[in-house]
């Protein structure tokens, strides 16, 4: 199982003393988190994208390139890459070089942004959203996997004779997740193609997370990409951990009331028990995480969110610390233990080279 | 025909409400009409979480159920004091987190309570077309109650009892001439892909 971080980018002012970080800073403690990242021991880290202020991830591929050059091991991935406006072209190019310097240490999350304004900067209309989401990525998906294409839409100039260039490391392309709160139809779309599904629940009652699972699941099963309980299934997950519950309590207090998505709406008592959000002990943290599995069946990739509503920098690294010192070879260890041998891990290159290998072998024997 | 539901709002703030006086009559003239369980529902125990779902995009538990039971019924009573000649900002709070579509073909009673029977229009000018506007069948009597309507013992009495056992015969009638609504679950019945793949390669 993978376990990682995913950062929305936001600069939020720090609301217990108006500290309000640069977009330099901003950028620069997002470096310093994706590194930390690798060095207590997570798996993933993925960065936001967004073309608007208050946030700064516009650019991922040239962060997660440079993060590339700094770590080993680490899977720099997105949270998510915008399908709908951005062009399908350019996200083929973009992440296949990425792939290339990052020795396929590389996945995607598909997402398709909801924030009305921005569509147009970039000549799309919101109301397109999922119609923009299916056709990009069916182009994308065959921008990876034929060499010459073909392709005529209705979002985007045709192609003729077309080569997104460089290919793909290995032939193989970067494994993708679609990640989505509410619409259906893209748990359809990720049950299509294989692909893996992404549920941010980190603002949303376990119910509804477990109907967008259980229909992500049974579709998976229908298109014959193996059984529902074999399909590719990611998590949000937000925490804030001190030793002792009641300080966790009262010191991320200011920054639950004043967040920008929930603040001034429930309070922390009745988000905490309404959604993922778990605030107190390490211990805690673990033992919430694993009712997930309880409530969506064994799945392969957690990710927390760590770094916003205006946390200092200092304390989002003493939460990694915890992060990676105490809750996640807790969580790994249960985790790899309760899963039967038949649910795969999560796809990483390495994985989806040798089964490319594997299959490419069987025909010439055939 | 099977036992009929009736989901009754009423948006009271006092307790007790006049409104909600006025919704316990009109669900009761309803009943006497009709083979129907009436489920009241005071908006006012639901105003936070009210506000809560209009940041969060999703309903605490209680208002799920309400929300579910409204989708769910086959007739809606909607009581609202009338604020500066419209709709209670609470009451319009809860109609802007109906799911989509949740009225649509259900028939729907009107009423309102306010200080002066100069506010009655409000039905007509305001409420009429916000359910018109969410495809409910409104029915063709609104009852309105003034303080004037009430008399001495709180009770509806004179004109406003024959306005309500107007307005209940219409609305029992829409509901007895429709099945129970069918509410469809996008989660259960996913369109298929090819569908949304539509005309792209």
């Known amino acids: 199982m993978q376990f990682g971080i995913f950062s929305v980018g936001d ?11 640069t977009e330099h800073e901003r950028i620069k403690a997002m470096v310093t988190i994706a590194l930390k ?56 190019e973009d992440y296949a070089y990425l792939q290339h310097l990052a020795d396929g240490r590389v996945d995607l999350m598909m997402g398709r942004g909801n924030t009305g304004p921005v569509y147009p900067w970039f000549g799309k209309d919101i109301r397109d959203g999922i119609a923009l989401a299916v056709e990009n990525y069916a182009l994308l998906h065959r921008l990876w996997r034929e060499d010459v294409v073909d392709w005529e839409g209705k979002f985007r100039t045709p192609l003729q004779s077309f080569t997104a260039t460089p290919r793909p490391l290995d032939g193989v392309p970067p494994f993708v997740w679609h990640g989505s709160i509410r619409s259906p139809q893209i748990a359809e779309q990720a049950a299509y193609y294989g692909d893996g599904f992404f549920h941010n629940n980190i603002f949303w009652p ?84 694993l009712t997930f599995r309880e409530h969506f069946g064994d799945y392969q990739r957690q990710l927390f969110l760590l770094d916003h509503a205006g946390l200092p920098l200092k304390t989002v690294l003493e939460q990694m610390d915890m992060l990676g010192e105490e809750v996640v070879p807790v969580l790994r260890r249960e985790m790899d233990a309760l899963r039967p041998a038949h649910v795969p891990d999560a796809p990483t290159h390495e994985s989806l080279k040798a089964a490319r290998a594997a299959s490419a072998a069987a025909e010439v024997e055939a | 025909m099977t036992r009929r539901s009736l989901v009754v709002v009423s948006a009271g703030l006092s307790q ?18 009709l ?25 605490a538990p209680g208002l799920e159920r309400v929300l579910d039971a409204v989708a769910h019924a086959d007739g809606l009573i909607a009581v609202t004091p009338i604020f500066n000649a419209s709709y209670s900002g609470l ?30 229009l409000a039905l007509e000018h305001a409420m009429r077309p916000l359910f018109a506007h969410l495809r409910a069948v409104v029915v063709p009597t609104a009852v309105f109650a003034a303080p004037e309507d009430w008399g001495g013992g709180a009770t509806a009495q004179g004109s406003l009892a ?34 949304l793949l539509g005309g792209s390669s």
Do not use: C, W
């Open chain 1, 11 to 21: 600069v939020t002012p720090d609301p217990t003393n108006g500290t309000v970080p």
């Open chain 1, 37 to 92: 990242a690798e060095e207590v021991g997570l798996d993933v880290f993925a960065t936001g994208e967004h073309h608007n202020p208050p946030f700064v991830p516009s650019s991922p591929t040239t962060f997660l390139g440079y993060i590339a050059a700094r770590t080993e091991r680490l899977i720099l991935s997105t949270a998510t890459t915008l399908i709908t406006t951005n062009d399908p072209v350019k996200i083929a």
């Open chain 1, 206 to 289: 376990v119910e509804h997370t477990k109907r967008m699972i259980e229909l992500y699941r049974r579709r998976f099963e229908h298109y014959g990409h193996g059984t529902a309980d074999q399909a590719i299934v990611g998590l949000g997950g937000q925490v804030f951990m001190r030793r002792n519950s009641q300080d966790a309590v009262r010191e991320f207090r200011p920054y639950f009331d004043n967040a920008p998505v929930y603040g001034h709406g429930p309070s922390l008592e009745e988000f905490t028990e309404q959604t993922p959000l778990t605030v107190g002990s390490p211990q805690q943290v673990i033992d919430r995480t």
């Open chain 2, 16 to 33: 007790p409400s006049s409104t909600r006086l006025l919704a316990d009559q009109l669900a009761a003239a309803t009943r006497r009409r």
């Open chain 2, 35 to 59: 083979d129907a369980d009436a489920e009241p529902v005071d908006l006012r125990d639901h105003a936070h979480d009210l506000t809560n779902h209009l940041l969060t995009g999703f309903p």
């Open chain 2, 91 to 120: 009451f319009k709070s809860f109609v802007d987190v109906l799911p989509k579509e949740s009225l649509v073909d259900k028939p729907v009673l009107i009423a309102a309570t306010g200080g002066t029977a100069r506010h009655s």
């Open chain 2, 162 to 195: 024959a306005r309500i056992e107007r307005a209940a015969a219409e609305f029992a009638v829409e509901i007895e001439r429709r099945e129970p609504p069918v509410v469809v679950d996008p989660f259960n019945e996913p369109t298929p892909f090819s569908e």
